[in-house]
């Protein structure tokens, strides 16, 4: 029996780590934009999304998700400050219809 529960430590630990890190793909999901986006923002030469490789890898980088938030921090702004946040329209419910 000690051997299975080391076998599901391994698992937890390896599936830890991949929770740790993010594809382009995962990128591109969190920010709601396109994969071409975020290869364009890893490529970058003022402060690129720090994605890592191996050497002679051609495909497939990682950023930890750590680095990322890290580089997300430094690259936005709060909501309420961009041209988006300050531009949004903020409606009212409506009275109408409610008899009061």
């Known amino acids: 029996m000690s051997g299975r529960g080391g ?55 990682l950023v930890h998700a750590d680095e990322f938030k890290l580089w997300w921090d430094r690259n936005t702004v709060p909501y309420k400050d961009s041209p988006a946040g300050r531009n949004a329209t903020v409606y009212k419910r409506s009275s109408h219809g409610t008899g009061h």
Do not use: C, S, W
Not at 31 to 36: F, L, P
């Open 7 to 61: 076998e599901e430590e391994r698992v937890i630990y390896v599936l830890q780590m991949v929770q740790d890190y993010l594809t382009i793909a995962d990128v591109g999901k969190l920010m709601h934009v396109k994969v071409t986006t975020v290869r364009e923002l890893a490529l970058r030469d003022v402060d690129p999304i720090p994605f890592r490789i191996f050497e002679d890898q051609r495909r497939n980088p």
